[in-house]
């Protein structure tokens, strides 16, 4: 271990390039129930998020303050952009994936497989060649503080592919206990699918996964890439040096792609998932719990912002 001290912990001197001692945890939000989903608008200035229970979407701009922008969302979950620059989401409630349009209206991407009605589709990320994949675990119909008490329809809990332009909807990933937080490579050649069962049971798995992926979106391998603890991974993001910022019970961790644990960032309360963001790409925002943090780092995000 290199060093520590209240906020961070090093474990690999690497992990004092892509976080600052001077920076701290500022807070921007502490009203929500369950914070979730966070996603930068690069061209409009703003980070939205998720407040599932209260069935809402917030929005921060910084220097003007925070705000409701949408409400009676349908307990949205897990955002991202898509290659057109569109919000698409996860909506627990709807029990569906959605895109939003310019004009703010409201496209379904997707709400059932096979005939049957999804779980309820929790995280999702867009590729560049336009696909969509998601997750779909149950918990948003589990009770009824995520979503609507309803039965599962599924028989399991799986991440799918979607082709907007063919209209075509596959399972990718069958064999996952409570599939979560998913990204991709920075290459596009691996995906990375964290699996968050130990919610259920201590027994059960608090790891993340990495598949191959081909050159016609078919998936093989799914090794472990690492266990989290303590706690469970929810949602995570990659730099652009694709190390994995993923959400842990005591904060962010930080891997390598070769799966060495570089550090931790510390927070008040558990985090359920991470997003870059700012001018520079280099502020992580944190939804942990009941708020929302924004960290200042050395590191850039990759992707759209």
Known sequence: MAGSSSLYEHYEKEFGKLVKGAAQLETVATDCRWAEGPVWFGDLNCVLWS??????????IPGVGTSVFRSQCGNTNGHTRDREGRLVSCSHGNRHVERTEMDGSITVLA???EGKRLNSPNDVVVKSDGTIWFTDPAYGIETDYEGNKSEQEQDGCYVYCVDPKAGTIKAVITEMDRPNGLAFSLDESVLYVADSAFSHGPDRPHHIRQFNVGADNSLSGGEVFAEINPGLPDGFRLDTNGNIWTSAGDGVHVYTPSAVLLGKIYTPKTVANVTFGGPKKNWLFIAAT??????HTGANGAGRC
């Open 51 to 60: 407040d599932i229970p209260n069935d809402r979407i917030l929005r921060h």
């Open 290 to 295: 009941d708020s929302m943090h924004i960290l």
């Open 111 to 113: 709400d059932s497989f």
